[in-house]
């Protein structure tokens, strides 16, 4: 048997047990055994990682790990320069697009909303969802540690907060989202592009208050339902406003 030591920095602590947080905790296994199986065996996602230290060292997941090693593990940086090190993953596509875990439909629809494109929901079990994901390029979402942890997942974020709006404000400052955002292109229901239409040709299809309130109108290009910037689009501007400060 070899013995490792390991320490979680920051919000990677909330996915260990409690007398493990904040402090060194040395691990048995049996070598060889690549840092990525005993940073899951803590109970921490691949994909909450972005930077491993191996006595000093940045390594990549599958590095193996040997007896008397120092590991550090570190979560995504919000705002430290860590260029140098080696990062675990690209950075995320310049225009994500995700796929939402069961049970997120409210976040789907507000990330569809702000113009994300966001398949929701996906039949299967953990690996159709796993596979379609990486086919597609999609970043999970997810509130199941078991599905990030498995091997095909690259890209993934576990979301901490219950709250639909909670999830949205920390996906937003996590994968810095907010220079993305683009309102009225996505359809809340299917998903599909929205564009421009003319109020003379939806105008029988417009409740009264709507067609005089209103000039301006966007169609589902695959369902066809009708958008405009009433209520939802203030709640959406002053939201928003809110969470990305310019
Ligand atoms: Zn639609």
């Not at 040395?26 to 691949?46: C, D, K, T, W, Y």
């Not at 309130?213 to 501007?237: D, E, P, T, V």
Request: proline share 7%; charged share 25%; aromatic share 8%.
């Amino acid at each position: 048997m070899a013995v490792a030591h390991f320490r979680f920095y920051a919000e990677l602590n909330e996915f260990l047990v409690s007398d493990r947080r904040g402090r060194d905790t040395a691990l048995s296994f049996q070598p060889p055994v690549p840092v990525r199986h005993l940073i899951e065996n803590f109970g921490v996602p691949h994909t909450e990682v972005e930077i491993i230290l191996l006595n000093g060292v940045s390594v990549p997941l599958e590095q193996p790990v040997m007896n008397g090693d120092r590991v550090s593990v570190y979560p995504m940086f919000e705002s430290i320069d860590v260029s140098p090190l080696l990062r675990l993953r690209e950075r995320v596509l310049r225009q994500p697009r995700f796929l939402a875990d069961a049970h997120l439909g409210r976040l789907a629809g507000y990330l569809r909303m702000l113009g994300f494109d966001t398949l929701y929901p996906v039949a299967g079990d953990d690996r159709v969802v796993a596979a379609r994901a990486e086919e597609e390029g999609r970043i999970i979402l997810t509130r199941d540690r078991a599905l990030l942890m498995r091997r095909a997942v690259t890209h993934g974020c576990y979301l901490r907060p219950i709250a639909p709006r909670k999830q949205l404000s920390y996906l937003l400052q996590r994968l810095d989202l907010c220079r993305l955002i683009h309102p009225f292109s996505r359809c809340i229901r299917c998903n599909a592009l929205l564009e421009p239409v003319a109020r003379k040709q939806v105008e029988t299809q417009l409740p009264p208050a709507v067609r005089t309130a209103h000039k301006r109108f966007w169609r589902c290009r695959a369902c066809g339902r009708l958008y405009w910037r009433g209520s939802h689009y203030r709640h959406m501007q002053t939201f928003i406003a809110d969470h990305c400060p310019d």
